[in-house]
């Protein structure tokens, strides 16, 4: 008899703690400590999809495991930067979905997160994630270019596998190791650049990828000096884009003209492109010169086309 009244007492203590579900819109969710998880969504939805970033007052912090697997006919997917956690398969068979915005913020990606989504075609994923559950982005069918944050220590087994249109991945610098089949039958892989050191490697990351040159920055270590490879492919060094600002000085027109002329500057060595519109609204943007910035970090620039314009616009593209 005490044993029966023991296990009716435990029972009963544990009913306080079940989770409830709520339903508002297109959402269903669960709240916990004061933080709501997408536990399901209205899988005829159609459209772009901007996620809600609360729920019921709460902050919305999980997307749930299956939360909108299955939502074929979303096209796009912004979620809201207050989101840390994406579940397993949260994402799984949006096969509509051209492109998903990653907060910055985010920690951590489940896996199969995005398995199946056969209509994305590039996904930046930000330096806050943390961990990329195993075949997060596989059979993404037309997936071309991917770039891995520094925060991201492993990618995980089958992460990008049989991504068919893939071409280029860019890998932070956190990267300490890389699972078996991560980039398994990616046969049209060209590049796959490196930030940091060398990572450890599973079996076969490359395989069924047979045209991939590794691409790693000089003076980072472990990696083999060619003619040696990194997992039977070529390896060479690069170096990384790095976002260039220029300016625009005005100078008086000379003596007798009214023609635009300025000094640009900008990092030394950087290409630089200056065009020109009439309009900022619908007009088009023209090349009018594309040069090396000098040793100097400036060089003059004259517009002798703008004599007779009575408004012209102008910009400048470092590369």
Do not use: H
């Not at 489940?110 to 195993?134: H, K, M, Q, W």
């Not at 003209?257 to 630089?272: D, L, Q, R």
């Not at 900022?280 to 004599?307: E, H, I, K, Q, Y």
């Amino acid at each position: 008899m005490r044993s029966l009244r023991r296990t009716a007492l435990v029972m009963l203590l544990a009913l306080p703690f079940a989770c409830s579900a709520y339903v508002e819109g297109d959402y269903t969710y669960t709240v916990s400590g004061g933080k709501a998880t997408i536990t399901d969504f209205n899988g005829s939805y159609a459209g772009a999809l901007v996620i809600a970033d609360e729920l019921g007052g709460y902050p919305v912090i999980t997307i749930g495991n299956d939360a909108f697997a299955d939502c074929g006919f979303i096209e796009s997917i912004t979620i809201p930067s207050g989101v840390a956690y994406i579940g397993d398969r949260a994402f799984a068979r949006c096969y509509d979905a051209v492109s998903v915005t990653i907060p910055d913020g985010m920690l951590s990606i489940g896996e199969y997160a995005f398995r199946y989504c056969t209509s994305l075609t590039n996904i930046a994923i930000p330096d806050s994630v943390i961990t990329i559950g195993a075949a997060a982005f596989a059979n993404c069918e037309v997936l071309v270019d991917v770039t891995i944050g520094d925060g991201v220590t492993v990618i995980p087994v089958s992460a990008f596998d049989t991504c068919p249109s893939l071409v280029s991945v860019i890998i932070g610098d956190g990267v300490g190791s890389i699972g078996d089949w991560a980039f398994y039958d990616c046969p049209y892989l060209t590049g796959v650049y490196f930030m940091g050191d060398a990572p450890t490697a599973g079996d076969e990351i490359f395989y069924g990828s047979e045209d991939v040159t590794v691409y790693y920055v000089a003076g980072t270590s472990g990696w083999p000096v060619p003619p040696d490879q990194y997992e039977e492919r070529d390896v060479q060094t690069w170096v990384p884009p790095q976002e260039q600002w220029c300016g625009f000085t005005a100078l008086s027109a000379p003596s007798g003209t009214n023609c635009f002329s300025c000094i640009v500057t900008c990092a030394i060595g950087a290409e630089i492109e200056i065009e020109a519109t009439s309009n900022l609204v619908s007009g088009s943007w023209v090349s009018l010169l594309t040069t090396n910035m000098p040793s100097g970090g400036a060089f003059t620039f004259r517009d002798n086309a703008s004599t007779n314009l009575k408004v012209r616009f102008y910009r400048a593209i470092a590369q």
